[in-house]
């Protein structure tokens, strides 16, 4: 099946740094790759959708300004969780749609932690 | 009314019994249907998709559909330890992004096989 990696999977920082995490689709293209948050015991939530040369579209609610998202290339879409907080510690986790009608792949998550 | 919503559980099944797993959702214009099973602490990954009214088999794993009820149900036959975990339901959203159509996800049921 198709193959999304994410990195890093753990990452811990201290309160109002910067945290970037990347996703790649290693086995094919993805023009739209979309990004989820995970608190513990619910379930996804999306945050935003990324699009391959333009803006992503984001949720309500979800600031874009600090969740910052870039789709340089069909295999790449990075997340920067801008100023990070202790409120933003979750499980954060990238998925692309694969060629074929609406199935979703996932990568494996990166679970960032702030002190 | 919640898009996806799915009985939290947790959900205590034999081991060699059947899971019944169910799923409702609200959007009556819903295309595709998805279960995907999250092992804790891990990306969730797909199990089965369905597009059609009916049953759709793929070894120990059934999926239903009834989209008159707007219902879709996953069975898991002769029930594995290895099978528990949370299952989560998803809808295939028919609102375009770009040309991309979200999931909407559930909440997850959380299924435990006992030995």
């Known amino acids: 099946g198709a193959v999304v990696s994410q990195h890093p999977s753990w990452v811990i920082c201290k309160s109002g740094t910067s945290v970037k995490i990347e996703c790649r689709s290693l086995?094919?293209?993805?023009?739209?790759m979309f990004w989820y948050r995970q608190f513990p015991k619910q379930s996804l939530m999306l945050m935003a959708t990324s699009n391959e040369g333009s803006k992503a579209t984001y949720e309500q609610g979800v600031e874009k300004d600090k969740f910052l998202i870039n789709h340089a290339s069909l295999t790449l879409s990075t997340l920067t969780v801008t100023s990070a907080h202790p409120e933003d510690s979750s499980f954060y986790i990238c998925s692309a749609r694969a060629p074929s009608v609406g199935e979703l792949f996932f990568g494996e998550g990166s679970r960032l932690t702030v002190l | 009314q919640k898009e996806v919503e799915q009985n939290s559980g947790p959900l205590s099944v034999p081991e060699g019994a059947i899971a019944s797993l169910n799923c409702t959702y609200s959007d009556r214009g819903s295309q595709s249907f998805f279960w995907y099973r999250q092992y804790s602490g891990k990306s969730p990954e797909l199990i089965m998709f369905i597009y059609s009214n009916g049953d759709k088999e793929d070894g120990r794993f059934t999926a239903q559909l009834n989209k008159a009820s707007q219902y879709v149900s996953l069975l898991i036959r002769d029930s594995q330890p290895s099978d528990s975990a949370t299952y989560l339901c998803a809808v295939n959203n028919r609102r375009k992004i770009q040309g991309a159509q979200k999931l909407v996800f559930g909440q997850g049921t959380r299924l435990t096989i006992n030995p």
């Open positions: 086995d094919f293209q993805a023009t739209t």
